[in-house]
């Protein structure tokens, strides 16, 4: 019968030096875990309840990650947010996705054949967050996308796309959203049929059609050709938005989904 290691002990019974840097280790993800998109910032009050500990200690390390430029303090409001190093770990966390690598040799090709802008978004729990764009078309206007943007859930084609296939427990604002638009009901239904979503910000001429990447039964993401209202159709049946379904069901097809669609659900 396998025995249970003591508390403060290692392998053969050897004092465990490692607990206490695990202990600060956990700590500090927790402290920076605990910002969010709708919960930017936080008061020392705040992170010393998240911590579960005194204040002291609380004040210790945000301190610390002051230092790593992990947290940043506004003198002016009392309040901590998330520091610039964070953006740097979150980029390079982005650009090490399996499916950024998995994609890129399908964007250049969807680049090649209808020169537009093509961009490809996760989800990353809250909302669609771009991790890979390329623009490199032969327009005279050219439309960038910068990676790390995140999108409106309800407005943007790519927000669409998830809303349409993420399981409703990961989107717990949805039935809100439904609710309150007849717009957007059906189009989360055009979506389900056809298997793409069509943007057209009226302010802006920019156009932008959505296509979801499948990894099994599971959506991990959307593939987006975003160009003028010039030179995007509208049309879900145009050759360019039908380029588009092909190349996002090719990737998931290359990244394990049987018949590269979706079920519906």
């Known amino acids: ?75 002016r409001t009392s309040l901590y947010s998330l520091g610039p190093q964070v953006l740097t770990l979150a980029s390079a966390a982005r650009a090490g996705l399996p499916i950024v690598a998995a994609a890129e040799p399908y964007m250049e090709d969807l680049v090649r054949r209808i020169d537009e802008t093509i961009v490809l978004s996760v989800w990353d729990g809250e909302s669609p967050t771009v991790v890979r764009s390329v623009d490199n078309t032969a327009h005279m206007v050219r439309i960038s996308v910068r990676v790390g943007s995140r999108l409106d859930l309800t407005s943007s084609a790519q927000g669409r796309i998830f809303l349409t296939f993420l399981p409703p427990d990961q989107v717990p604002a949805l039935p809100r959203s439904v609710r309150k638009s007849t717009e957007l009901t059906d189009e989360l239904e055009a979506i389900r049929r056809h298997g793409l979503s069509v943007n057209s910000p009226a302010v802006n001429g920019v156009r932008t059609i959505a296509a979801p ?32 379904l092909e190349t996002a069901r090719s990737l998931s097809q290359r990244l394990g989904t049987s018949d590269g669609t979706a079920v519906a659900g």
């Open 1 to 75: 019968m396998a025995t249970k290691a003591q508390p403060g002990t290692g392998e053969q019974g050897a004092p465990d030096t490692t607990a206490p840097t695990i202990q600060t280790v956990q700590r500090a993800a927790l402290i920076l875990g605990s910002f969010t998109v709708g919960k930017p910032q936080m008061s020392l009050n705040e992170i010393t309840a998240r911590l579960g500990a005194s204040k002291a200690t609380a004040h210790r390390y945000t301190k610390a990650l002051r230092a790593a430029n992990l947290l940043r303090y506004d003198q």
């Open 213 to 244: 990447i499948f990894e099994g039964d599971e959506i991990s993401g959307t593939l987006a050709v975003v160009g003028t209202t010039a030179t995007v159709p509208d049309d879900v049946t145009s050759p360019m938005a039908q380029a588009l």
